[in-house]
């Protein structure tokens, strides 16, 4: 069985300063991955894939994550935190039964 | 355009009431998904149709009953909810099912409150 487990319930940071939300695996297959963000009261929007590719992926927003399949890890991060960053970010990998298996997600707050 | 409409965005609902939730997506995607988002949590799988046949319904209960008109088109008919049924209830699409590939994009969704 697939599973995702997001190794901060929350994470604060300051503007400017780098972000870091850790994401692991489990899959018995070669997984495809996601990050998604959810702002509040809105739907969630794709950040980036990991599709057995690059296992360095660049999404939008300055966000990248890396896939590492020696520590089933697919950490996302970003340099520079702006204020618009701050939301729900959740880890996704897609189940062998074709069904996204969620992590239980990460809130990021960010300080002025 | 990678646009999943949902309506409507707010909706509450008598216990006894009838209602529908609608989504639309015009990225030719064969596949669309309801999802059920509680507070704080991830989303819940409900539905998934494909080429606009029932692919997989999570054991759902029966006040919520799916309906694909078209490929573009996605409700939900609502009869005889229960107020644990309040909730943030998402639409999705993906390029085809099954697939892992295929990253799925959501609509805004419908926050229903079952008074």
């Known amino acids: 069985a697939q599973s995702v487990t997001q190794l901060d319930s929350h994470v604060s940071v300051s503007e400017g300063t780098p972000v870091l939300l850790r994401c692991n695996y489990s899959?018995?297959?070669?997984?495809?991955l996601f990050w998604y963000v959810q702002h509040p009261n809105k739907g969630l929007q794709l950040l980036l894939k990991y599709t057995s590719a690059a296992t360095l992926v660049k999404g939008i927003n300055g966000f990248e994550a890396e896939f590492k399949k020696s520590e089933t890890s697919f950490h996302l991060t970003k340099p520079s935190a702006h204020m618009s960053d701050a939301a729900e970010y959740f880890c996704v990998v897609s189940t062998n039964d074709y069904k996204l298996s969620f992590g239980a997600g990460t809130t990021v707050t960010v300080r002025a | 355009d990678t646009e999943v409409t949902q309506t409507p965005k707010h909706l509450v609902m008598g216990m006894t009431n009838k209602k529908s939730l609608k989504c639309e997506q015009h990225m030719g995607h064969r596949a669309m998904y309801w999802y059920k988002q509680k507070a704080k949590k991830p989303p819940e799988l409900m539905f998934v149709y494909s080429y606009e046949k029932l692919s997989i319904n999570e054991s759902v209960p029966s006040r919520f009953s799916p309906e694909c008109p078209n490929s573009s088109l996605l409700n939900l008919h609502l009869h005889a909810l229960q107020p644990e049924d309040s909730a943030l209830y998402l639409c999705?699409?993906?390029?085809?099912?099954?697939?892992?590939?295929?990253?799925?994009?959501f609509g805004p969704g419908t926050r229903l409150t079952v008074t």
């Open positions: 899959s018995s297959y070669s997984p495809s």
């Open positions: 999705a699409s993906s390029q085809d099912f099954p697939g892992t590939s295929y990253e799925q994009y």
